[in-house]
């Protein structure tokens, strides 16, 4: 069945892009490794003209696809002078990362001789390549999807064990064909729709109206599934923020450090010491945290301080679990009274300088620890784990999920245009092919997901944040 005469416009998918929408066709080149010392460094270069470059800059240049060929690479400006010994390797299109011909030419590391490398394959006719635009060229050539090339991102960015399987995962396509099932699923719909708006005579349509319905809530369902997923992913993508909050001098510093296990935070016995939140992670079994030591809630008339004070009111805001810390009864009531008033966040109290403590069945805390001893550090992290699995599931690794926002808008857009499609259809409120124009803008709102359609501006959202030579 076709949908001519359906009203319905024609399929925008395909394979994803017609190759070449941003790509101006000129070889890139880049220094793929981080700048510094190091032993060795990689220079990256793609596109049509690696052949020729390769020619001009290599001695030998009998290069064999992937096998790793040590080489002179002589630059071919003025002096044609010898800047390197290097291993080149050469993937022929379309079996490379780009799906162009690529050359990869390990260098000698430091500061000198990669951007040197780097210089020569410019004057041999490469550009510099823009942030990403190796994974961009790979995505426009169908090597990889969007979600993939995410976690491409993902996977160099990870600061976490549990950020980085869950990328690992993406980049396997897990997440892609999830969504292109069920994008599968609202063109089955809409092919469905297009039957029933070719025959409309027929009296119940030859596809009964029911059936639609459920074929749109059965959908629906698997979207909303999917979509429950968004808030522990992205959780875990970012990681949870969990502030330390309470007076000053009653020890968050302190116990900042005592967990991470490192003196990252300045602790003195001068109230008032820490002024500017300081973030780290902690990377738990389940999950990753982003711990942040704050400035020591006060009145105060410093202006220092008060910023400090007020960017800890702004952390508390977006926590997912706040550390209420006090070093005795009163004080972690006050700060709890506080906290709260900031935020609907997971409040944990905690009963700081435990070691001093001498009634220790007196019940004003969650939890007791003492930074000095590393008692009670390990009772806090649980804690801290089993209040995030309380509000927002057990992160999955193992299944596909959403860790973006981007997805989350995507997927939430699909399901709205598939209830007004519902709303339309129950209520017999629309003609039928102008409801399936929402069905036909849910499946659009996947495609964009996946990157099966050729919008720059989403192309452009995903590779801002790479960096140069990925
Ligand atoms: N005995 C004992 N002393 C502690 C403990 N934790 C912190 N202290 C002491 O308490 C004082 C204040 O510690 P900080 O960690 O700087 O306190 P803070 O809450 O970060 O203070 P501000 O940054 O000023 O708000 C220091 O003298 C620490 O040595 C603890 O577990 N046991
Ligand atoms: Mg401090």
Redesign the pocket.
């Known amino acids: 069945m076709t949908n001519s005469g359906s009203g319905i416009p024609a399929t925008r998918g395909g394979r994803p892009f017609g190759a070449d929408a941003v790509n101006d066709g000129r070889t890139i080149a880049a220094i793929a490794t981080a700048p510094g010392r190091s032993a060795i460094a990689m220079v990256r270069v793609s596109g049509p003209g690696v052949r020729d470059l390769a020619r001009v800059l290599l001695h030998p240049v009998t290069l064999a696809a992937r096998r790793a060929t040590r080489c002179v690479l002589h630059d071919a400006g003025a002096t044609g002078a010898t800047v390197d010994e290097v291993v080149a390797t050469l993937y022929v299109a379309p079996h490379s990362f780009t799906g162009e011909d690529v050359l990869e030419l390990s260098t000698h590391g430091g500061l000198l001789i990669p951007s040197a490398v780097l210089a020569a394959t410019l004057r041999a006719g490469a550009r510099v390549a823009e942030p990403g635009e190796f994974t961009r060229r790979a995505v426009l050539n169908g090597k990889l999807d969007l979600l993939q090339a995410e976690a491409v991102g993902d996977l160099i960015d990870a600061r976490s064990s549990v950020a980085h399987r869950t990328a690992l995962r993406q980049l396997d396509g897990g997440l892609s064909s999830r969504i292109e099932a069920l994008r599968q699923g609202i063109l089955g719909l809409e092919a469905l729709l297009a039957y029933d708006i070719d025959f409309p005579e027929e009296d119940d349509g030859p596809i009964p109206r029911a059936r639609i319905a459920d074929a749109a809530a059965a959908l629906i369902a698997s979207l909303e599934a999917l979509l429950a997923t968004a808030e522990a992913g992205t959780l875990v993508h970012d990681g949870a923020l969990v502030v330390l909050a309470?007076a000053?001098?009653?020890?968050?510093?302190?116990l900042f450090n005592a967990l991470l296990g490192e003196a990252r935070a300045i602790?003195?016995?001068?109230?008032?010491?820490?002024r500017d939140a300081i973030e780290a992670v902690l990377d738990l079994p389940e999950w990753p945290l982003r711990l942040v030591d704050t400035?020591?809630l006060r009145d105060t008339t410093d202006v220092i301080e008060r910023l400090g004070i007020e960017a800890s009111g702004r952390y508390l805001g977006q926590a997912a679990v706040v550390l209420a810390c006090g070093d005795d009864g009163p004080s972690i009531a006050r700060v709890g009274d506080v906290v709260r008033a900031h935020t609907d966040a997971s409040v944990i109290r905690v009963r700081?300088?435990?070691?001093?403590v001498a009634d220790r069945d007196k019940n004003d805390a969650d939890v007791g620890v003492?930074?000095?001893t590393g008692e009670g550090l390990r009772a806090l992290l649980t804690l801290v784990e089993e209040r995030l699995t309380e509000r927002h599931g057990v992160p999955m690794t193992d299944a596909p999920g959403l860790t973006r926002a981007r997805h989350h808008a995507a997927v939430t857009a699909a399901v709205l245009e598939l209830q007004a499609f519902t709303v339309a259809w129950r209520d017999d409120a629309l003609p039928a092919s102008v409801a399936a124009i929402h069905v036909r803008a849910a499946a659009d709102a996947l495609a964009d997901l996946i990157g099966i359609v050729q919008v720059d501006d989403v192309l452009d959202a995903v590779f801002r944040r790479f960096c140069v030579g990925k």
């Open positions: 309470g000053p001098n009653v020890g968050k510093s302190s602790v003195t016995d001068v109230p008032g010491t820490t400035a020591g700081t300088k435990w070691d001093l003492s930074a000095h």
